[in-house]
């Protein structure tokens, strides 16, 4: 079980029972990854204070006084080695180190899936008379001499078109600047 506060990336909405109702990508990703998830509430910062305590124990460790460098890759190696220092502390609560604790996390997770989790939204659309297609009711795509169903998926800056019927039926890609004409057929 993994604890996150509300982000919205995650939750699209806290209900009246305090259950939330997780966004559609988050869902995908628990899946993909095979994990469960619980949510801080609302305004109580308590609930994760020795995580929002550390971060200030390592600005104050890591950052003050304000580190001067002439290589950051240099010092990017060298505050790389004082956090694999810092793991031979001994944890507050549990008297033992924090590497050992950290040993058995990595013994209690689940191994990473073989494939790799896409960060994208799917939509589905048909395409009108003149092959366009609308996203988010403002963004037209021509699919030239393509007049179908069609199954989108938006990645960042580029959007790759299916066949409704048949996912596996790749159409053409574009980059997601308008305006969208795709004619690699």
Request: proline content about 4%; glycine content about 2%; charged content about 20%.
């Given at each position: ?23 559609d ?13 619980n ?16 971060v ?20 990017n ?30 013994e ?51 959007c ?16 997601f ?9």
């Amino acid at each position: 079980v993994i604890w996150l506060d509300n982000m919205s990336t995650a939750v699209k909405k806290i209900l009246a029972d305090g259950e939330r109702e997780v966004t559609d990508n988050f869902r995908r990703l628990q899946c993909h990854f095979s994990f469960e998830s619980n949510f801080c509430n609302p305004v109580a910062g308590y609930e994760k204070g020795s995580v929002e305590n550390y971060v200030g124990t390592a600005r104050r460790n890591y950052f003050v006084p304000i580190p001067h460098f002439d290589d950051i890759e240099i010092y990017n190696q060298e505050l790389l080695t004082r956090c694999y220092q810092d793991l031979n502390r001994q944890h507050y609560k549990k008297k033992v180190s924090v590497y050992q604790l950290f040993q058995e996390d990595l013994e209690a997770m689940a191994s990473l899936p073989s494939s790799p989790f896409e960060a994208v939204n799917y939509q589905l659309a048909r395409t009108n008379r003149q092959g366009m297609v609308t996203y988010h009711a403002k963004l037209p795509s021509t699919i030239l001499n393509y007049f179908n169903s069609l199954a989108h998926h938006l990645c960042c800056q580029r959007c790759r078109h299916f066949n409704e019927n048949c996912l596996r039926c790749f159409i053409c890609t574009h980059d997601f600047t308008p305006p969208f004409y795709c004619s690699s057929f």
